[in-house]
């Protein structure tokens, strides 16, 4: 689909001439795939989390699926998780043969109502899966005490949270195993990648195998394979990409703050939308997303607004309808009503622009270009 010069995507990835130089000599250099670069990425990474031992993998959805392999996790075993994710957070439980079980969301964070995890534990439960939607994290203190309270691992999904905070504690440098996206749309990236967080190298040895063939390496260069492994490595051109981003990283996170803040304070409240919920401490997001709920009376006409805004210049995105309504897990037994919250969220939300290059004045436009498009649908609605 061609675009008119101005207009301005939803999100776009930033990445700097150095980088791309740097893409350039490994290119040159004769080694590609896995090698000195991703070991450079695993240190920094490592470093960033307290030491913890990180092991990179080909895309975010390897490294949740390893993360339930770690566990042991397979068939007969449920994990829950929340319907407002992308579909990638249950389609992993469903690849280790295991079933996902849904539970609904805080209308307050739309990340899943911590009060209501209890009542869908069962026996068979062995993890959670909680997702910072939009970056913004879930509570970790009161996680943590529902894990311990029922022996259950936490597999944290931090596709969109890296750089965020809880209590002044960076995402990754504490809990069990924390798992992050570095595909094109989020916060740092390696074009398409991501990255788990373990708790020991006996962990790390084992993701080791399980991301490659389930090959071990042995004295003298000889090869054994115990266990099944997948092929789930990341190249050295990827890993490139990701030191440039950790450059940068600080300077992505300030551009968007100041972005977010800017939509706050020129939004026109008379609209109707629902705000992005406001970081209170100790929750402290990263601004992967800037999502307004629609006014109720436009919940059926998301299409109508995203294409009166696409006539403005301005792309919009749609992060996430509730999955429990897709065909995949209407199949499975679910339907409308089985989580309101998520529901409602899902048929109302909307992500507008918000990315590091983006300058306050583009902030101005889409504020003007949602009121403007607004009002054109009202005027619509009323003969
Ligand atoms: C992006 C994302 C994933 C999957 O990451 P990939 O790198 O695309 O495989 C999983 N969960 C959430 C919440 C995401 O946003």
């Known amino acids: 689909m061609s675009t008119p010069p101005d207009f301005l995507p939803f999100t776009r990835p930033m990445i700097d001439e150095q980088t791309i130089a740097e893409v350039g000599e490994v290119l040159r250099s004769g080694w590609i795939t ?18 913890r031992p990180v092991r990179l993998l080909n895309s ?50 739309r990340n899943i109502d911590l009060s209501r995890i209890e009542a869908a534990i069962t026996p068979r439960t062995r993890a959670l899966i909680p997702v910072d939607l939009a970056g913004l994290p879930v509570d970790r203190d009161a996680l943590a005490a529902i894990a311990s309270r029922h022996r259950l691992r936490v597999i944290e999904d931090a596709a969109q949270s890296f750089g965020a905070r809880w209590n002044g504690r960076e995402i990754g440098s504490f809990g069990d195993l924390v798992c992050f996206s570095f595909h094109a749309n989020k916060n740092i990236t390696t074009t398409e990648g991501g990255c788990i967080v373990l708790n020991d190298a006996q962990e790390a040895t084992q993701l080791e195998r399980l991301r490659l063939q389930g090959v071990e390496r042995l004295a003298g260069g ?54 992005p919920p406001r970081q209170v401490a100790p929750a402290e997001g990263n601004w992967h997303m800037f999502q307004p709920l629609l006014p109720r009376w436009l919940a059926g006409r998301r299409g109508e607004f995203i294409a009166g805004m696409r006539e403005q210049g301005i792309g919009v995105g749609v992060h996430y309808p509730a999955m429990h309504l897709f065909q995949l897990f209407r199949a499975r037994g679910h339907g409308p009503g089985d989580f309101p919250v998520a529901e409602d969220i899902g048929a109302r939300i909307l992500t507008l622009p918000l990315f590091p290059e983006m300058r306050p004045t583009d902030v101005d436009r889409v504020c003007q270009a949602v009121a403007a498009v607004t009002h054109a649908l009202r005027q619509r609605t009323t003969p």
């Open 34 to 51: 896995t090698g000195p670069k991703c070991q450079a990425l695993e240190a920094a990474l490592g470093e960033r989390f307290g030491g």
């Open 60 to 109: 975010g959805t390897a490294a949740l699926e390893l993360a339930l392999r770690v566990c042991g996790i397979g068939p007969g075993d449920e994990v829950i998780t929340t319907p407002l994710s992308w579909v990638a957070t249950a389609n992993v439980v469903l690849a280790v043969g295991a079933m996902p079980v849904f539970v609904d969301v805080d209308p307050a964070t």
């Open 222 to 275: 000889e090869l054994e394979v115990q266990a099944w492994g997948a092929k789930a490595n990341l190249t050295d051109v990827a890993a490139a990409i990701g030191l440039g981003q950790l450059r940068q990283v600080k300077d992505f996170a300030f551009a968007r703050r100041l972005l977010a803040d800017r939509y706050y304070r020129r939004w026109d409240a008379s609209l109707g939308f629902e705000l």
